[in-house]
C-alpha cells in the first residue's frame, strides 16, 4: 500500500485517475491535513515536522510500504522522516526537479511563496552541482482563487504566468495542485508538473 499525505482534498482525484491509468492494482491510502500547510506558512515547515512524522508512522503502522509527500512546502521535512520510519518516504517534486536540473535555464512557478525556496532548492540539489540559472515566479493571487474553490480561475492565473514567461529552456510548476495549468498553456518551452513522476517513484517504491 502506498501512503499519500496530501494538504488539500483536490489531490485525491487526480492522483486516483493517475494510479487508475498507469498503475492499476495499487493501493493508495489518503492522508489530509489542510491545517499542517498554513502552519508551515505561518512558523516554518520545520514547526510542524514531529506531526509530520507521527502522520506517516501511522501510516505504515496500518500497512503502508512507503508514503509519497504530495505537498512541496512540507517535502523536505517528510523526506528526513523515512530513516526512523523504515519505509521509503518520498517527496512527489524530487523526479520533476532531477529533469529540470538537466536543463540550462530554469523557471520555477508558484502559487505560494512558501513553496518557492524548497523548490529551488531542490532543484539546485538535483543539479549536484552542476550550473543552472534559476529563477522563480510567484502567481499573485492565484491561491486565494484555489481556496475560494475556483479552480478554473486558479489554472487560468497560472497558465498566464507561464505563458508570460521568456528566456527559459523548461516552466517548473511547483505545486501539485497547478498540474492542470499544462493543459491551458500556449507557451512553446516544456512545462513540467509533479504528480505523474511523483507517483510512478512512488509505486515503484511501494513494489519493492
Known sequence: MLALLHTSPVHVPVFDALRDAEHPGLALRHLIDEDLLGRARAEGPEAVAAEVESVLAAAV?????AVLCTCSTLGAVAEKTGPGLGV???RVDRPMAAVAAASGRV???AALESTLEPTAALIREEAAGRPVDLRTVLVE???ERFEAGDRD???DAVAGAVDAVTRADVIVLAQAS???A???TSTAIPVLSSPRPGLNAAARAAAR
Request: aromatic content about 8%; proline content about 4%.
Open 153 to 155: 480561475g486558479y489554472l
Open 141 to 143: 493571487a492565484a491561491w
Open 88 to 90: 521509503p518516504v518520498l
Open 107 to 109: 523557471v520555477v512557478v
Open 182 to 184: 499544462e493543459r491551458r
Open 61 to 65: 503502522t496500518d500497512g503502508a510500504t
Open 178 to 180: 497547478m498540474a492542470g
